[in-house]
């Protein structure tokens, strides 16, 4: 069985370590593939849309993650099955939704209550380790999710608030969704969003962020434009984003997830 794996955990420390511990010494089997411990500390929204972006390559079969602000908390440790047969395990804090509802939605809820399949003493502040990750490798092994705990409604699920763009005529303003490692910048947009209020590629096109204003252009690839030029195009998982042919758009623009960015036309050579 597969678990895949992502946090903001990083790698500095011994959290992802102690936890491909934990899930081999339950379930030796389990073939871990770790998609990333890269995710912003706390940064549950962009956990959220890399695990829905990223799931549709993955192996069917079990998927933790863990980004987990409120840990020590009264929030609900999961597993969810869904409509695809497969299972997630983390927080209940939108942060497994956004995949599940992807892949066809969720069908059936468990609350982790049970403690034979947790490491006990259940620290306040490491329930990757000594929740989710046993949850996952019990999973992994072959353990009935009905076993973990009590039945909890698909409906009662904490959703998360997804920013939602705004059109109008030659302009469009959206959010900061994901600043890559590059720093190129992921905008709650799509290609089909742009084509409605007339961005094309090799349209001109004004980003304005906060104070400042930069012109960009509107193309299929960073090679369309010189070196140093910035631009707007879209990425591997469909999403309209903002880079800088071999430089840092974030760096250079100051955005983080969140801020608002508005992209407008601007006729000329």
């Not at 999403?239 to 601007?266: C, F, K, S, W």
């Amino acid at each position: 069985m597969i678990i895949t794996f992502l946090t903001d955990f990083g790698l500095q420390d011994d959290f992802v370590g102690t936890c491909h511990g934990v899930m081999k010494r339950i379930a030796p089997d389990a073939d871990i593939i770790d998609i990333t411990h890269g995710i912003g500390p706390q940064q549950v929204l962009q956990g959220a849309l890399v695990l829905a972006g990223t799931l549709p390559y993955m192996p069917e079969g079990v998927h933790l993650a863990v980004v987990d602000p409120g840990v020590g908390t009264d929030r609900k440790a999961l597993a969810l099955r869904g409509a695809d047969g497969r299972l997630y395990v983390g927080p209940d804090n939108g942060l497994l939704v956004p995949a599940a509802e992807r892949l066809g939605g969720v069908a059936e809820a468990w609350e982790l209550e049970n403690t034979a399949f947790r490491l006990e003493p259940v620290s306040r502040t490491f329930h990757g380790r000594d929740l989710f990750a046993p949850a996952a490798a019990h999973l992994a092994a072959g353990v009935d999710p009905a076993s973990l705990g009590p039945v909890l409604d698909p409906a009662s699920l904490v959703r998360l608030d997804v920013p939602v763009a705004v059109m109008g005529d030659g302009f469009v303003r959206a959010h900061v969704l994901i600043v890559d490692r590059f720093g190129n910048i992921q905008l709650n947009l799509t290609t089909e969003d742009l084509s409605r209020v007339g961005i094309e590629p090799g349209t001109r096109v004004e980003i304005e962020l906060g104070l400042q204003r930069f012109y960009a252009s509107a193309a299929r690839t960073f090679a369309d434009v010189r070196v140093g030029d910035i631009v707007l195009y879209e990425d591997a998982y469909g999403n309209v984003a903002i880079a800088i042919n071999a430089g840092n758009a974030a760096e250079m623009l100051g955005a983080r997830p969140g801020d608002e960015v508005g992209v407008t036309v601007r006729p000329g050579p």
